[in-house]
């Protein structure tokens, strides 16, 4: 049979996605963490794996998922968080932008995994799926209760679930989750199908969505999920040491208002009184991208007149962050390979070509 014969869209799906293979489970599960720091790895939106000096591995909204595929539904679904929210029923187009870099079912280690809130691009079945079939051990599912709920509709057991909400505290391995207020006001319209909240004061916050504080040997990492900027965020630094701070970012299409602006960044960075800030979510999304470099250009502006004591950091989906080893750094790059150029014998005519 010719190459030609061989070929069909399923063998070209399962050669190419997902796009990373297992590079990043193997770089993952080959990282040995030097005791005093923590290690890191964005794995699109607001994914986040971290791992200790004493192999505790979690991961924090992990999702494997895509956006819209396909231009025949157009409206969005009842009770859509931005059809809530901005009246519009026009769908959203709102396409995957980045590779996924990580694969679920080839995760070897994990000791918990965490939702920030229950939105579907940071839950995800098939992760869950791995998770129950793949890991040996009884690892907990944490994170508020909608996020609970919808893990034991999937089929995850009821006694492998942990609820949190703010001031809750949970011990795994080396290190210690906090759950925190959260201040995702999206989150706060979202309904279950077409429901009239009109004139309706929400009081559910904490059963819908938290963020997270990560306390490693290493440094304490702070998860905000997808919450909006909040002048809440100067208490979480009153009450915490924060060393490393994660935010959503995003350019909000006109009519919305769900991802945190560059000075929302900023502002949120010197009111956590956090050393690193890190924005993520500005990757995943075609209509909500954005560019980085807006905040490094304002956080240049404002750092000598506002004495901030904290840096922007730059990242790559895929990439790793180590702290405090990187807390200097200002933008990722992928490793470029060729450390060993000319540790053989180049195989070239002649040396004037080079």
Partial sequence: MSKIEEITEESWILSSYPEWGTWLNEEIDEEKVTPGTVAMWWLGCTGI??????????????????????????????????????????????????????????????????????????MDPSYAAAVIKNIKEKIPFIGPKKSIELWIKWGVPADRCITVKPGDSVKIGDLEIIALDSFDRTCLVTTE???????????????????FLIKTTGGNIYHSGDSHYSIYYAKHG?????????????????????????????RMAEALRCKVVIPIHHDIWSNFMADPNE???????????????????????????????????????????????????????FRSIL
Avoid at 193 to 211: F, L, Q, R, Y
Wanted: with cysteine; glycine share 8%; charged share 25%.
């Fill in 295 to 349: 905040i490094l250009a304002l956080y240049d502006m404002r750092k000598y007149r506002l004495d901030y004591k904290f840096k922007p950091f730059i990242w790559q989906v895929g990439g790793k962050f180590t702290y405090p080893a990187d807390k200097d750094r200002r933008e990722y790059h992928h490793c470029r390979g060729f450390e060993d150029c000319f540790e053989n014998e180049p195989n070239v005519p």
């Fill in 193 to 211: 199908g077409d429901v009239d909240i009109s004139n309706t004061c929400p009081n559910d916050m904490d059963e819908k969505a938290v963020n």
């Fill in 49 to 122: 794996w971290l791992k200790t000096a004493g192999n505790t591995n979690i991961s924090i909204d992990l999702w494997a998922g895509n956006g819209k595929r396909s231009t025949k539904p157009k409206t969005m679904a009842a009770g859509h968080q931005m059809a809530n929210m901005c009246g519009g029923r026009l769908i959203q187009p709102n396409r995957r932008a980045a590779p996924m870099v990580i694969n679920p079912f080839a995760v070897t280690k994990v000791d918990a995994v965490l939702a920030t809130h229950y939105h579907a691009d940071h």
């Fill in 238 to 266: 009153k009450d915490h040491q924060i060393d490393v701070a994660f935010g959503s970012y995003g350019e909000n299409p006109v009519g919305i208002m769900d991802k945190m602006t560059s000075v929302d960044i900023l």
